[in-house]
Each structure stands twice: as C-alpha cells, then as structure tokens.
C-alpha cells in the first residue's frame, strides 16, 4: 500500500522557521523523483521544491535562498524533508508531498502519488 504521510505543518510568525517531512512507503521511493508543492486557498497548486533520485535538488524561485529540500533513502521508507527558513505570510498554504517515477519536474501531473497535505500558517 503506497503511503505518503506528510508532517510538521502549524503556525508560525514572519520570520520563524519550520520543518516539514514526508514519509513514502509502498514502492521503491528511492528510484523516485520527490517534491513539495503548496496550494493556497483560490490558487492553483504550485512546485516549491524537488529532488530528484540522484540528490540534486531544484526550487522555486519565491523560495530559493530560504527553503531546502533533502531526502533520507530508507530500507523501506524514503524521507523527504523541506526545511522553511525566513518565512512570509504569502508561504500560507497547505503543503503536499508528491514523487514521480520519471524526471523531476515541477508540473504536478507528472507526479503519481501524492500525501493528504499538511496546513502551514504565517502570521504577519
């Protein structure tokens, strides 16, 4: 049974800091692309950050220089992690992890399987 749980979401001041995780389970994880994507209410989902099975990572622009994605290659469970620094009331949104058996990407229909979301709240 595929499972990605996501984790970490809450409220947090301009400014603070939070991390996020991921765990994937059900299939070789390790061999997928991973990414985090956010959704905020009235607004299409958007790519945050990925990585990609081989370590590269890749981010939005909104977030670069503040937001990093890492992976953990577990014997039957993948970690995924996005460490939020500096963060602004527009990173208000609920976060969802996804991995895609092909090329990282940042268009969200070429990711196969999704988590049920974790809700991040900045207050200004």
């Known amino acids: 049974q595929v499972q990605l749980v996501e984790s970490g979401g809450g409220l947090v001041q301009a400014g603070g800091s939070l991390r996020l995780s991921c765990a994937a389970s059900?299939?070789?994880?390790?061999?997928?692309?991973m990414a985090w994507f956010r959704q905020a209410p009235g607004k299409d989902r958007e790519f945050v950050a990925g990585?990609?099975?081989?370590?590269?990572?890749?981010?939005a622009d909104s977030v670069k220089g503040r937001f990093t994605i890492s992976r953990n290659n577990g014997r039957n469970t993948v970690m995924v992690y996005l460490q939020m620094n500096s963060l602004k009331p527009d990173d208000t949104a609920v976060y969802y992890c996804?991995?895609?058996?092909?090329?990282?990407?940042?268009?969200?229909?070429?990711?196969?399987?999704w988590g049920q979301g974790t809700q991040v709240t900045v207050s200004s």
């Open positions: 996804a991995a895609g058996s092909g090329t990282s990407t940042s268009i969200p229909s070429t990711y196969n399987y």
């Open positions: 059900g299939r070789t994880f390790s061999s997928y692309a």
């Open positions: 990585i990609s099975s081989d370590f590269s990572t890749y981010s």
